[in-house]
T-cell receptor, first 116, second 109 residues
């Protein structure tokens, strides 16, 4: 079975540009979450989507947006890129959401974004 | 938001047992304690999760005292391939994961 997939694997952009990152969850999983991981730090929560609706948002500016499609795949969009947006962007999927011990999140390999 | 505190780094040798302790003094009643492993340039990988007492699976054990203000991940007989960053984290009210800086474990031959 395929795990969580993300595309592209690497991306180089310049300041001011926008970027779209894509994620396909594990088959049957209905929730997708996005995390940003800056070098040397732990992943930071950006968004969580479940059944195509935003169910959680971390402390990120409005330049960051996301959506989930009917097939449960997801896109993360970042506008007006800043140098500080350079990071590994991780997508995680889970069966559902909430505090249940069964809602283990499975992470993809990430997209490495470099902003010059 | 509840936070976790764990050592920044630990060193060990192959074949030894490694115990990584995490402090979470403000853990909420409904928080689960979860541990993830991450290799460079890869996404985190789930290791183990627990609510109280002891949980064991094929790769690790998790010890949680009655007050739940700390937890200890135990890795038996580590190998070089266990060199990684280990994150202790609590599941947020939205179900999202709240990561700290993690513990960088270095296993030496």
């Amino acid at each position: 079975d395929a795990g969580v997939t993300q595309s592209p694997t690497h991306l180089i952009k310049t300041r001011g540009q926008h970027v779209t990152l894509r994620c396909s969850p594990i088959s049957g999983h209905k929730s997708v979450s996005w995390y940003q991981q800056v070098l040397g730090q732990g992943p930071q929560f950006i968004f969580q989507y479940y059944e195509k609706e935003e169910r959680g948002r971390g402390n990120f500016p409005d330049r960051f947006s996301a959506r989930q499609f009917p097939n449960y795949s997801s896109e993360l969009n970042v506008n007006a890129l800043l140098l500080g947006d350079s990071a590994l962007y991780l997508c995680a999927s889970s069966l559902t959401i909430g505090e249940s011990s069964y809602n283990e999140q499975f992470f993809g390999p990430g997209t490495r974004l470099t902003v010059l | 938001l509840a936070k976790t505190t764990q050592p920044i780094s630990m060193d060990s040798y192959e074949g030894q047992e490694v115990n990584i302790t995490c402090s979470h003094n403000n853990i909420a009643t409904n928080d689960y304690i979860t541990w993830y492993q991450q290799f460079p340039s890869q996404g985190p990988r789930f290791i183990i999760q627990g609510y109280k007492t002891k949980v064991t699976n094929e790769v690790a054990s998790l010890f949680i005292p009655a007050d739940r203000k700390s937890s200890t991940l135990s890795l038996p007989r580590v190998s070089l391939s266990d060199t990684a960053v280990y994150y202790c984290l609590l599941r947020g009210s939205q179900g999202n994961l709240i990561f700290g800086k993690g513990t960088k474990l270095s296993v030496k031959p």
